[in-house]
């Protein structure tokens, strides 16, 4: 996301049970017209990996919500974020029936 703040997006952390422990974050809405809209992102889509402060791609699968926002909210605006997302996953779904 070349413009990334505001993100035009919101995120969610799964409340399903994971076996592994895991604590997945989703994206909930997406605003239309916005940053996250334009990138490609769409609800449902699980955040996996994101920019770390040093423009490193950092591994964020199951790492939970805080960790993402702390990453996001670390970078510069006029840096570009990378975001890498799973799609078609059931993630969403099973946070629902939690």
Excluded: W
């Excluded at 422990?21 to 605003?31: D, I, K, L």
Aim: hydrophobic share 40%.
């Amino acid at each position: 996301l070349e413009d990334h703040k505001p993100l035009g997006c919101s995120v969610e952390e799964s409340l399903a049970d994971e076996e592994d422990g895991a604590n997945y974050v989703f994206v909930s809405e997406v605003v239309a017209g916005g940053n996250a809209q334009k990138a490609g992102l769409k609800t449902g889509d699980v955040i996996v990996r994101l920019s770390g402060t040093f423009d490193e791609v950092v591994n964020v699968s199951g790492l939970g919500i805080d960790k993402i926002k702390s990453l996001v909210a670390g970078r510069a605006e006029d840096s570009t974020l990378k975001m890498c997302v799973a799609r078609g996953s059931d993630v969403m779904e099973r946070h629902e029936l939690a």
